[in-house]
């Protein structure tokens, strides 16, 4: 089915250590976000990118980097990973011109423990 | 910073009860959206409403939208067990040439069946 694909589902890293996020999306859409959801916190903006070719940052940008690959593939880097990283990390997308009318499409998340 | 806020952050009814969840924001917006979350998923987008509309209806969905008193209500009618989930609203607002989303913190719903 159509939509946004996450990979890895679940991670666990010590601290220090460095991983990517990836993220897909085959709806053509010109948007797409990173957010973090923690416990009794909603879900907090990271980075967004809102076509190809550009980044910029959101909320809670710190100890993040992203690349917009193409205009399918968004990913998160942690270069070295803190206990404070641990969340859950969601990815959308969204059709810009659009976004007016339609809402997001999320992933099904990444859950990462950092010890 | 965040801008919605949901209330009440839990809710529990019995099966067939209606649900209203209310979301507060702090800055003007270009439309108001609401999610729903099961355990453990993602987020599904449930309806939208744009900045110069009042109410929304989408099945068993009721939106309403004050500007005035930068306010919204979900309502969900003859609730059902499938419909216990976590239910964020969220606001968008246009910036640096995209339009972003900003979550509240959620309010966690249980239908008793």
């Known amino acids: 089915n159509a939509g946004v694909t996450q990979t890895p589902k679940f991670q666990v890293l010590k601290t220090g250590q460095s991983m990517t996020l990836q993220c897909a999306q085959d709806m053509n859409h010109n948007s797409m976000y990173w957010y973090r959801q923690d416990p009794g916190m909603g879900l907090r903006l990271i980075y967004y990118?809102?076509?190809?070719?550009?980044?910029d940052k959101g909320e809670v940008p710190n100890g993040y980097n992203v690349s917009r690959l193409n205009k399918r593939e968004f990913s998160l880097r942690l270069e070295s990973a803190a206990p404070s990283q641990t969340s859950v990390y969601f990815c959308a997308s969204g059709l810009k011109r659009d976004i007016r009318n339609y809402g997001y499409t999320f992933g099904s998340g990444t859950r990462l423990t950092v010890v | 910073s965040q801008q919605g806020e949901e209330d009440p952050q839990a809710l529990s009814i019995q099966e067939g009860e209606n649900a209203t969840m209310n979301c507060s924001y702090k800055?003007?917006?270009?439309?108001l959206q609401w999610y729903r979350q099961n355990s453990g998923r993602g987020l599904v987008h449930l309806i939208l409403i744009r900045s110069n509309e009042r109410e929304k209806h989408s099945g068993r969905l009721r939106v309403t939208l004050d500007t005035s008193k930068k306010s919204s209500s979900l309502l969900i009618t003859a609730s059902r067990a499938a419909d216990t989930a976590s239910y964020f609203c969220?606001?968008?607002?246009?910036?640096?040439?995209?339009?972003?989303?900003?979550f509240g913190k959620g309010t966690k719903l249980s239908v008793i069946p």
């Open positions: 990118s809102a076509s190809e070719g550009t980044t």
């Open positions: 969220a606001t968008a607002y246009s910036g640096a040439g995209s339009y972003q989303l900003t």
């Open positions: 800055t003007s917006i270009n439309n």
